[in-house]
T-cell receptor, first 112, second 114 residues
Framework: ETGVTQSPTHLIKTRGQQVTLRCSSQ?????VSWYQQALGQGPQFIFQ???????GRGNFPPRFSGLQFPNYSSELNVNALELDDSALYLC???????????FGPGTRLTVL | QQQVKQSPQSLIVQKGGISIINCAYE??????FPWYQQFPGKGPALLIA?????SEKKEGRFTISFNKSAKQFSLHIMDSQPGDSATYFC?????????????FGSGTRLLVRP
């Protein structure tokens, strides 16, 4: 059984650019949640996708958007990048909305 | 009301000792309390989790103690090993909305000295 995978591993962007991060959920899992983890802090919930629909959103601006595909993989898009967007972006998949969440290795985004 | 407060921020323990990390919450709607272990450059890994219908759960050297009336829960690592050196996060979740999102504590950096 393959775990949660994320790509790319690292990414460097400049302020104002746009970025797309990708996540493949664990086999059989229909729910993907995205979190932002700033250096030295706990992960913060961005949003969740359940069966291709957004199912809850944290306190993040609309320039953070997402998508879930029929195979339950997911994308996180961030427009108009700001310096404060520099963080580790984590994707977690779960069997269903209410089940345990298993995290991928994350994508380290640096905004210069 | 949605915060989870974690302490201590850092902890140094000798090999073979007991590591104890504490968390407190306010929202009584929380009904799922997991602990995650994170190594540098890696994603958090689910270690152990508890629901409020039990006061203690043990898996190997890891034990969660849960005090519903005090709204506190703690992680005990028995016989701590250098390989346990990592950052530990408590979290809480519940039916506040349909997402069952995880709300994390601020983390505890554990160092186990040989």
């Amino acid at each position: 059984e393959t775990g949660v995978t994320q790509s790319p591993t690292h990414l460097i962007k400049t302020r104002g650019q746009q970025v797309t991060l990708r996540c493949s959920s664990q086999s059989g899992h229909n729910t993907v949640s995205w979190y932002q983890q700033a250096l030295g802090q706990g992960p913060q919930f961005i949003f969740q996708y359940y069966r291709e629909e957004e199912n809850g959103r944290g306190n993040f601006p609309p320039r953070f958007s997402g998508l879930q595909f029929p195979n339950y993989s997911s994308e996180l898009n961030v427009n108009a990048l700001e310096l404060d967007d520099s963080a580790l972006y984590l994707c977690a998949s779960s069997l269903d909305r209410y089940n345990e969440q298993f995290f991928g290795p994350g994508t380290r985004l640096t905004v210069l | 009301q949605q915060q989870v407060k974690q302490s201590p921020q850092s902890l140094i323990v000798q090999k073979g000792g007991i590591s104890i990390i504490n968390c407190a919450y306010e929202n009584t709607a929380f009904d799922y309390f997991p602990w995650y272990q994170q190594f540098p450059g890696k994603g958090p890994a689910l270690l152990i989790a508890i629901r409020p219908d039990v006061s203690e759960k043990k898996e190997g050297r890891f034990t969660i103690s849960f005090n519903k009336s005090a709204k506190q829960f703690s992680l005990h690592i028995m016989d701590s090993q250098p390989g346990d050196s990592a950052t530990y996060f408590c979290a809480a979740s519940g039916p506040m909305d349909s997402s069952y999102k995880l709300i994390f504590g601020s983390g505890t950096r554990l160092l186990v000295r040989p």
